[in-house]
């Protein structure tokens, strides 16, 4: 599927391997300050507003539509996912035939910046422009992540991609609450109007430390090929798809991960919007709980990675799926207060970098001899990106129609039993995959 250069280092490099890390200490300050803490808490405040009767409004219009501010939420992050959806296989197939995964990150990583520094000019009642920052910045990080994890698989054998898989998101965990810490340090200190510079800083963040991901990392892989790179882009994706084809554990194994997307993805992006507005916390304990979870996913993530040498990685992808179905089910009936709040976070915080990081390096240790590693990781991010936008819209219709979030958890239960139901079909490892 194309002539390889081979990369520019031997994955031994640990220069490379550091390189590769710095990456998710970089993009993880999105997905802490923007998605999960800061931006969460700054949306709902900004778009309630005082109603004619006297009681707060969560109401608010949307190119002529009326929506719950939180749904409305919900429906523009799915939204800009069906765009990663239809871009980024494409791209990746373009990036393998080029052998420029590289530059494909660097511009996803400068358009979700970019959308960063948009958010300090969120105004509410021009929502329509305002969303657009979100839209393009939510882009930017999920769209960066395809061809980031792509690298895995060639900066590492498979033996030691689930402790280095598990490093990246304990780095992404640290830096990430490093950032947070230090803007409200300033928002506490100073006071609430230096909200808004919390998105430049994530911005800077967030393009400033990938500078060492771009220098590190190879840069050039394959020969530049003659043709049409469109077409050649389509091309590496039916190769992909005709490889795939009857590799029966590698393609239980993407189902299940798709229906375990829908839940996973959506709780981590909704949390803090139940915390708010179903458990009512106040915003210091909203934030005493997030920085909770980050630090708890620090050794979940290694002890997930100890689990998968001692067990198998669809061992402990099963017993993952069902603390998830647990978790649910108890934030669905017990979750009422701050401190059962904080019990389920804890639980959350455990679980999420250590499902996160196993399904990565499972599927890095999964794949196929190929030196096409975008084209395949582009069907993993589609399959995870898809199960969000279904997880999210579940979760968006049922708020909207029932006027409660706690029965969208759920829709999410459902999404976990049959993730489970799914893992338990994966054959048994033959001798060539008995890693995962």
């Given at each position: 599927?194309?002539?390889?250069?081979?990369?520019?280092?031997?994955?031994?490099?640990?220069?490379i391997?550091?390189?590769?890390?710095?990456?998710?200490?970089?993009?993880?300050?999105?997905f802490?300050?923007?998605?999960?803490?800061?931006?969460?808490?700054?949306?709902?405040?900004?778009?309630?507003?005082?109603?004619?009767?006297?009681?707060?409004?969560?109401?608010?219009?949307?190119?002529?539509?009326?929506?719950?501010?939180?749904?409305?939420?919900?429906?523009?992050?799915?939204?800009s996912?069906?765009?990663?959806?239809?871009?980024?296989p494409?791209?990746?197939?373009?990036?393998d035939?080029?052998?420029?995964?590289?530059?494909?990150?660097?511009?996803?990583?400068?358009?979700?910046?970019?959308?960063c520094?948009?958010?300090?000019?969120?105004?509410?009642?021009?929502?329509?422009?305002?969303?657009s920052?979100?839209?393009?910045?939510?882009?930017?990080?999920?769209?960066?992540?395809?061809?980031?994890?792509?690298?895995?698989?060639?900066?590492?054998?498979?033996?030691?991609?689930?402790?280095?898989?598990?490093?990246?998101?304990?780095?992404?965990f640290?830096?990430?609450?490093l950032?947070?810490?230090?803007?409200?340090?300033?928002?506490m200190?100073?006071?609430d109007?230096?909200?808004?510079?919390?998105?430049?800083?994530?911005?800077?963040?967030?393009?400033?430390?990938?500078q060492?991901?771009f220098?590190?990392?190879?840069?050039?892989?394959?020969?530049?090929?003659?043709?049409?790179?469109?077409?050649?882009?389509?091309?590496?994706?039916?190769?992909v798809?005709?490889?795939?084809?009857?590799?029966?554990?590698?393609?239980?194994?993407?189902?299940?991960?798709?229906?375990?997307?829908?839940?996973?993805?959506?709780?981590?992006?909704?949390?803090?919007?139940?915390?708010?507005?179903?458990?009512?916390?106040?915003?210091?304990?909203?934030?005493?709980?997030?920085?909770?979870?980050?630090?708890i996913?620090?050794?979940?993530s290694?002890i997930?990675?100890?689990?998968c040498?001692?067990?198998?990685?669809?061992?402990?992808?099963?017993?993952?799926?069902?603390?998830?179905?647990?978790?649910?089910?108890?934030?669905?009936?017990?979750?009422?207060?701050?401190?059962?709040?904080?019990?389920?976070?804890?639980?959350?915080?455990f679980?999420?970098?250590?499902?996160?990081?196993?399904?990565?390096?499972?599927?890095?240790?999964?794949?196929?001899?190929t030196?096409?590693t975008?084209?395949?990781?582009?069907?993993?991010e589609?399959?995870?990106?898809?199960?969000?936008?279904?997880?999210?819209?579940?979760?968006?219709?049922?708020?909207?129609?029932?006027?409660?979030?706690?029965?969208?958890l759920?829709?999410?239960?459902?999404?976990?039993?049959?993730?489970?139901?799914?893992?338990?079909?994966?054959?048994?490892?033959?001798?060539?995959?008995?890693?995962?």
């Open positions: 599927m194309g002539n390889s250069k081979g990369a520019t280092r031997s994955y031994t490099d640990k220069a391997r550091k390189g590769w890390l710095m990456y998710d200490w970089a993009n993880s300050a999105y802490l300050v923007i998605t999960t803490a800061i931006f969460p808490i700054f949306y709902n405040a900004i778009t309630t507003t005082e109603g004619p009767t006297g009681t707060n409004s969560d109401v608010v219009a949307f190119f002529g539509r009326d929506f719950i501010n939180t749904q409305l939420y919900s429906y523009v992050i799915g939204a996912f069906l765009i990663v959806i239809v871009s980024t494409l791209l990746a197939g373009m990036a035939y080029l052998g420029r995964k590289l530059q494909f990150l660097k511009f996803f990583c400068y358009l979700g910046a970019s959308g520094l948009g958010l300090f000019w969120f105004d509410p009642s021009h929502l329509e422009w305002s969303m920052a979100l839209f393009m910045a939510n882009i930017g990080a999920w769209g960066s992540l395809g061809f980031y994890n792509a690298f895995l698989p060639e900066i590492a054998p498979k033996e030691d991609q689930d402790l280095l898989s598990a490093k990246g998101f304990s780095w992404g640290a830096g990430s609450v950032l947070l810490l230090m803007c409200l340090a300033l928002i200190g100073i006071g109007h230096l909200t808004r510079w919390a998105f430049i800083a994530v911005g800077l963040w967030w393009a400033g430390w990938a060492i991901t220098r590190r990392l190879p840069t050039q892989t394959k020969v530049r090929p003659d043709g049409n790179i469109l077409w050649q882009g389509f091309r590496e994706l039916r190769n798809a005709k490889e795939l084809k009857g590799k029966t554990r590698i393609v239980r194994y993407l189902i299940s991960f798709f229906v375990m997307s829908m839940a996973v993805q959506t709780i981590m992006l909704m949390a803090s919007s139940f915390g708010i507005k179903e458990v009512q916390l106040a915003t210091d304990e909203l934030i005493v709980a997030i920085i909770l979870v980050q630090i996913a620090i050794p979940g290694f997930f990675s100890w689990l040498q001692r067990h198998g990685n669809v061992k402990v992808l099963l017993l993952a799926t069902s603390l998830w179905t647990g978790v649910c089910l108890f934030a669905y009936f017990l979750v009422d207060g701050s401190l059962m709040f904080f019990i389920a976070a804890g639980i959350i915080g679980m999420m970098g250590g499902t996160q990081s196993v399904n990565r390096s499972t599927y890095a240790k999964m794949l196929p001899k030196e096409d975008a084209s395949y990781f582009s069907f993993y589609v399959l995870e990106k898809t199960g969000v936008v279904i997880g999210l819209f579940s979760w968006g219709y049922i708020e909207g129609f029932t006027g409660s979030m706690r029965n969208s759920l829709a999410l239960i459902v999404f976990f039993i049959v993730a489970m139901v799914l893992l338990a079909s994966i054959p048994k490892a033959t001798d060539e995959g008995q890693l995962a």
